[in-house]
């Protein structure tokens, strides 16, 4: 816990709020800008001696609840709450539910890419978006419901074969652990979405091997540098793989790309030309 830095961070939040802006009075002519010490107490149900403490660097460690109430009476952004919590040494609460909204000047990006397979994965691993290359490497994501779009559930897919429904990628295993560090981490960002939740129960509870990944509670997996696609028309596809965090939509730019004149690019090429009627990878 940064006791200093948390109290400046906190004076200093607390300083850019005007009464109205969390509803109450202006009343008389104010010495210092922003709310008082007492409103945001009175704001976040906490002791006004305990919130004068805080900002002095003089308080012990606030709970999570705590510091969310806080960061609720302060009016604080995600990256801001995150920041808070940050500085008092606690894992921030979550209550939002995660975006699926993609910018638009991601999308645009997309299409722009030139000889690169692309797509954005939301925090819970659906495929919100992807360029023409990346339908044809992969599949054609447009004809599938939203919850068909998971790569979650491709990669648990149930009484099938596992590792015929994978685009033939040979990492499936390091895939597949991938994919449950990814919702791990998700859910401790999102404990009450049901979307999140819902997923992780449900693969819990219906895919034996997620159940068993779910229980080694590993939350860090290994960067993927390059991946290999045993492709049905074109044969094996070994690309460069880069994964970009969006960080104010908590959201996954992934770039399959491959060094001009290698295989990998002469396989990229064709693809281009062949469109999403040459990927025919079994479901």
């Not at 704001?43 to 003089?58: F, K, P, V």
């Not at 000047?105 to 691993?125: D, E, H, K, N, Y």
């Not at 978006?129 to 979650?152: G, I, Q, S, Y």
Request: with cysteine.
């Amino acid at each position: 816990m940064n006791r200093q830095e948390l109290g400046a961070f906190l004076r200093s939040r607390r300083e850019r709020l005007r009464p109205r802006d969390v509803g109450l009075p202006s009343g008389p002519r104010r010495r210092t800008p922003g709310l008082r010490r007492e409103e945001v107490a009175v704001l976040a149900h906490i002791s006004t001696e305990y919130y004068i403490r805080l900002e002095q660097g003089r308080a012990p460690r606030p709970s999570g609840d705590v510091l969310a109430a806080i960061a609720g009476a302060l009016r604080l952004t995600d990256a801001e709450s995150d920041h808070l919590h940050v500085l008092a040494g606690t894992a921030p609460n979550r209550t939002g539910l995660h975006r699926r909204d993609v910018r638009p000047s991601i999308l645009a990006l997309l299409q722009r890419l030139p000889q690169t397979a692309g797509f954005v994965m939301s925090a819970a691993c659906e495929v919100l978006a992807w360029n023409d290359l990346a339908a044809a490497l992969m599949e054609d994501f447009a004809p599938l419901a939203p919850e068909d779009r998971n790569l979650a559930r491709r990669a648990f897919p149930g009484p099938q074969p596992a590792d015929t429904t994978l685009y033939g990628i040979s990492d499936a295993a390091g895939f597949r652990l991938g994919v449950v560090m990814q919702l791990r981490t998700t859910l401790a960002r999102y404990p009450t979405d049901p979307a999140v939740t819902g997923l992780v129960d449900e693969l819990r509870y219906a895919r034996p091997d997620f159940a068993r990944l779910w229980e080694r509670h590993d939350v860090q997996a290994a960067p993927m540098l390059t991946k290999s696609f045993r492709h049905p028309t074109v044969g094996e596809v070994t690309v460069d793989c880069d994964t970009l965090s969006l960080t104010d939509r908590d959201q996954y730019l992934v770039l399959f790309s491959a060094p001009p004149g290698s295989p990998g690019a002469e396989a990229l090429a064709l693809l281009n030309v062949l469109g999403t009627e040459a990927s025919h990878y079994p479901r």
